[in-house]
């Protein structure tokens, strides 16, 4: 008998103690609903562990969206207080842990986020639908790599200084307006060890003249000039990790209030929490393929890119784990299309107004600027930080 009472003690501590090393080897995330929390191993995250072991397809769901990395074959989780979805976004409830038997197709999946998108009500910090999102040619979807003038007018060019003699060094990040304030870009443009974030360009096309013109047969035709703001302040996501990426989203404050044109106009930010789109569904990537350490194009290119499982993904990285707070793209062929820290996008039809309405889907984390030939570009999710966005840019 007291073999046995023993030998329980003894299970009951090593669970006790592996629970107390998990907390204090853990790192900071968040949760599929928004909510701090840490990347521990599940079976030391008692709220998911208990949750999966009912079976229920819902706490399947929200531990696979969970997930934070991996220790050899134990899944690392997004430890919070609760192993089930509790959040709603706007005017919806994501339901995206469906029974199997009422799983949509593709396509239905596909139709209703279009609806979803549409119907949501936004934040009044963010722009309504009568601005964001929106092209002068709202319809136009040629085919080809360069860009327009006004394609595009929410594309931001990010200008460095040196920190240790204070020279211009250029353009080394790339990011999006999303109101007449503020810029969404990553975390990692914020955080660079020698460069200092000096001021945003708008209204940008070809990188190296000011005011943007083109011969169009007899004709010169120019575009506004370039808009140089200062930056007010810069807001890196507080939990951003560089060694695994998690978390790499950050919000630049403009020095002063812009206004929108033709050429400069904010893009439109996803729901909280919606659902990603399906794989092999075409996104959009366009800038100036802007690294820390070049620019690969003077002129605004644009190209369409599929987007992966976060199963196929990870395969392609070597095993390195995608988590449910990113997206993954894959490049057909070698690419300098997007900027780090620029926008992955996708357009949605206005069922009123029949315009073509662009929406940021992800900010480019890993992998960015030339991509390789099927090598996969990894963009933090931004659906996941629409409250975390909007908590930061309601601070005057």
Known sequence: MNGRISTCLCIVAVIFISDVIAQRDASSCITPNEDIGNCIPITSCRTIFEAVRTRDQAAVEFARESQCGIIG????????????????SGDFVYSIFAPAHNRKTPEQEKRELETVILQTVKPKELPDRTVCGLEKNGNRRWGGETTEFDEFPWLAALEYKRKLDNKLVGIRCGGSLINNRYVLTAAHCLLHREFELTNVRLGEWNISMDPDCQTVGAMVKCADNVTKVNVAAEIPHPFYSKRTSANDIGLIRLAKDISYSDYIRPICLPPQNSRAPVSDTLMTVAGW????????????????????????????????????????????????????GGPLMKTYDDQKTKQHQWYQEGVVSLGVGCARAGYPTVYTRVSRYITWIVNNISEE
């Open 289 to 340: 393929g802007i690294t820390e350490n070049n620019t690969a194009s003077d002129i605004k290119l644009k190209e369409d890119v599929p987007l992966l499982t976060k199963e196929v993904c990870t395969e392609k990285l070597d095993n390195k784990p995608v988590v449910a707070n990113q997206l993954c793209v894959d490049y057909k062929k070698d690419s300098c299309r997007g900027d780090s």
């Open 73 to 88: 074959r134990t899944p690392l989780v997004c430890c919070g207080t609760t192993g089930y979805y509790t959040r709603q």
